[in-house]
């Protein structure tokens, strides 16, 4: 049995060797671990905190990767794709009405709100003139801008193109210029955001851009880019509520294009070429007459004896006076009464209102040119008006060679070059019938009646009622020598018997000294010496009284002012009048007068009922109280 003191020592050494053992061991690990933080073949993986190979590290590395890619993939095809902002409705999803109360609630909306703007804003200042933007900036080469000149444009958007949410592209025209706008929100300068100036605009609608000029570079190295706009601010001006016509389709209606002029004019360039040209024709016989010393006057268009032509009026009541008047069917008598008081050279542009057929070359309301000069003769005004239309034909066609289509296709080549051919009335119809007519005396009796019925029936000529003499040889005159007259023709030697306000040719007796102009086989001039004798004025009112009696509804009436002012004493005159809707067809290759009329007369028509834009948006009427004017 060991000793106390032994038992302890025992104890004592084995606690000893526990510990050197447990010292033993950490300071292996901690061996190890500096072995392992130093060893030049191991990387340190920042996901789980270990050494590992760089082998090793590259391949979790690219494993990572792959599950990474993974999970974006998945997420994007669970979430649903941002939505992209549109520049306006699918137009051909929508019909007409749909389009047209969309777009009425939202320009209603914006005008609540002024948001993101007015849509009908008070002034746009416009300092530029798009009809010369062509040539002063033709010269620009592909890319080239010219951003120190700044230019406020407006004009209304014919087509739209987006590419991104960042580009837009307007095709525009007003006055017939047409032009490209292209509006890059990096060049924008306005408050608004780029969709807030865009996406609310579309077709149809009237815009004002500030920009400046430049031409387009596109990638394509062939394609030498577009002149352009290039827009700094975009605003719209005056919403078009309505969906207009597709490009590809157009608007060719003939009924729908005239009832609807406005639209006509939007959508086709040749009627607003057409109803330029026409402007620019009146501008030029206006310019001749005040360049040879003519003054323009104004006379009545309301009138208690309608006169100065052979047609039916239109009649109307004036309530206050109780009187019956007649718009008037011509200018002449008192333009002539002008010249009575000492205006020599007159002359006058005006509508003249005349109830008859409407046809391809009749419109109730027309307009014409009517003069009046003191000291000449018909031979005068033959002169004055060979000058007038040649230079005014080379004036708006740039030739005296023109083309004139007909409705049935045949083409007319029509030289207006002077001077014109002449054809006798009266050897002209006698060489058609083949037999000899009555002296010029003698065709306004009752004889003379009886051979011109015969004539109809031996040529197969039709006149409607009544067959007075006027009435059968103007028709033979259509048919025998108007339809033979393409080129400009003067038609002369007119009997007295059709003209009461000419006067008797000084060589034939029964004859007066008168001419009807013709070109494809269309009056367009009537001109005569003018009857300054009143006893002799008289006596031609009373006979045309004679042919109203007899049916004559066109026949004219015996006009008392104008007779009492003749014996005041008309000077030698000569007088002429032309249709200008006439010229106007002939010049701008227009078969029918509707085409070159600002807003021809058309019959009713039963037109589907349209929603209003007050009604679809829930406008209430304003009260308005007493007379703002009268």
């Given at each position: 049995m060991a000793s106390p003191q032994g038992a302890a020592q025992a104890v004592k050494d084995t606690v000893q060797q526990v510990a050197d053992k447990v010292q033993e061991m950490t300071t292996t690990d901690n061996a190890a671990a500096s072995?392992?933080?130093?060893?030049?073949?191991l990387l340190l993986d920042e996901v789980t905190?270990?050494?590992?190979?760089?082998?090793?590290?590259k391949k979790r590395q690219k494993q990572r990767e792959k599950e990474k890619a993974k999970a974006e993939k998945e997420s994007t095809r669970q979430a649903p794709p941002p939505p992209k902002r549109k520049a306006g409705p699918s137009e051909e999803d929508l019909n007409p009405n749909q389009y047209f109360e969309i777009r009425s609630r939202a320009i209603k909306r914006m005008k609540e709100t002024n948001q993101p703007s007015n849509p009908f804003p008070?002034?746009?200042?416009?300092?530029?003139?798009?009809?010369?933007?062509?040539?002063?900036?033709?010269?620009?080469?592909?890319?080239?801008?010219?951003?120190?000149?700044?230019?406020n444009v407006a004009a209304r958007i014919y087509n739209i193109r987006a590419s991104g949410e960042n580009l837009r592209f307007y095709e525009v025209g007003v006055n017939g210029a047409f032009l490209q706008i292209m509006a890059q929100n990096e060049k924008s300068t306005s408050k608004l955001s780029f969709p807030?100036?865009?996406?609310?605009?579309?077709?149809?609608?009237?815009?004002?851009?500030?920009?400046?000029?430049?031409?387009?570079?596109?990638?394509?190295?062939?394609?030498?880019?577009?002149?352009?706009?290039?827009?700094?601010?975009?605003i719209l001006l005056s919403p078009c509520l309505h969906q207009i016509p597709s490009e590809h389709y157009g608007f060719k209606d003939q009924e729908e294009r005239h009832r609807n002029r406005h639209l006509d004019l939007i959508m086709n360039k040749s009627t607003r070429n057409t109803l330029l040209a026409r402007s620019k024709i009146v501008k030029y016989i206006r310019t001749y007459f005040d360049s040879n010393g003519f003054f323009e006057m104004e006379t009545p268009i309301l009138m208690k004896n309608p006169g100065g032509a052979t047609a039916k009026p239109f009649y109307t009541h004036h309530n206050d006076l109780n009187m019956n008047l007649a718009l008037r069917i011509a200018t002449e008598l008192p333009l002539k009464q002008l010249v009575v008081g000492g205006l020599t050279k007159v002359y006058e542009v005006g509508r003249l209102f005349r109830n008859e057929g409407i046809d391809l070359t009749h419109n109730p309301?027309?307009?014409?040119?009517?003069?009046?000069?003191?000291?000449?003769?018909?031979?005068?005004?033959?002169?004055?008006?060979?000058?007038?239309v040649e230079g005014m034909v080379k004036h708006i066609c740039g030739s005296l060679q023109t083309k004139y289509h007909t409705q049935t296709g045949e083409e007319y080549n029509v030289d207006w070059s002077r001077p014109w051919k002449r054809v006798e009335m009266i050897p002209a119809l006698e060489e058609a019938?083949?037999?000899?007519?009555?002296?010029?005396?003698?065709?306004?009796?009752?004889?003379?009646?009886?051979?011109?019925?015969?004539?109809?029936?031996?040529?197969?000529?039709?006149?409607?009622?009544?067959?007075t003499n006027t009435r059968i040889i103007d028709k033979m005159v259509g048919e025998f020598i108007e339809e033979k007259c393409i080129n400009p023709t003067y038609i002369v030697g007119h009997p007295q018997v059709m003209s009461p306000l000419a006067k008797y040719h000084r060589e034939t007796p029964g004859i007066c000294e008168r001419f009807e102009a013709f070109v494809c086989k269309k009056e367009i001039v009537n001109a005569y010496t003018e009857l300054n004798d009143p006893f002799d004025q008289r006596l031609r009112f009373e006979e045309q009284a004679r042919q109203?009696?007899?049916?004559?509804?066109?026949?004219?009436?015996?006009?008392?002012?104008?007779?009492?002012?003749?014996?005041?004493?008309?000077?030698?005159?000569?007088?002429?009048?032309?249709?200008?809707?006439?010229?106007?067809?002939?010049?701008?290759?227009?078969?029918?007068?509707?085409?070159?009329?600002?807003?021809?007369?058309?019959?009713?028509?039963?037109?589907?009922?349209?929603?209003?834009?007050?009604?679809?948006?829930?406008?209430?009427?304003?009260?308005?109280?007493?007379?703002t004017h009268k």
């Open positions: 072995d392992n933080a130093t060893a030049p073949n905190g270990e050494h590992v190979s760089k082998t090793e590290l008070h002034k746009f200042h416009v300092t530029y003139d798009l009809a010369n933007f062509e040539d002063e900036y033709k010269h620009l080469k592909k890319g080239e801008l010219v951003e120190d000149k700044q230019i807030d100036q865009h996406d609310h605009i579309r077709r149809g609608d009237w815009i004002g851009v500030t920009g400046f000029p430049g031409r387009t570079s596109p990638k394509r190295e062939d394609n030498p880019g577009e002149l352009s706009v290039f827009a700094q601010e975009v309301e027309f307009t014409t040119c009517e003069y009046y000069e003191a000291f000449a003769d018909v031979y005068d005004v033959m002169d004055r008006t060979e000058e007038l019938c083949g037999e000899k007519f009555p002296p010029g005396d003698q065709l306004h009796t009752d004889e003379t009646n009886q051979f011109l019925k015969r004539m109809l029936k031996k040529t197969g000529v039709e006149c409607t009622p009544p067959l109203k009696a007899q049916g004559d509804d066109e026949a004219q009436v015996l006009d008392e002012g104008f007779l009492t002012a003749m014996e005041y004493g008309l000077p030698p005159t000569g007088g002429w009048g032309m249709g200008i809707d006439r010229m106007v067809m002939f010049l701008t290759d227009n078969y029918s007068i509707k085409e070159v009329l600002t807003f021809p007369f058309m019959k009713d028509a039963e037109v589907p009922s349209k929603p209003k834009a007050a009604e679809v948006v829930g406008v209430e009427p304003m009260v308005v109280e007493g007379t």
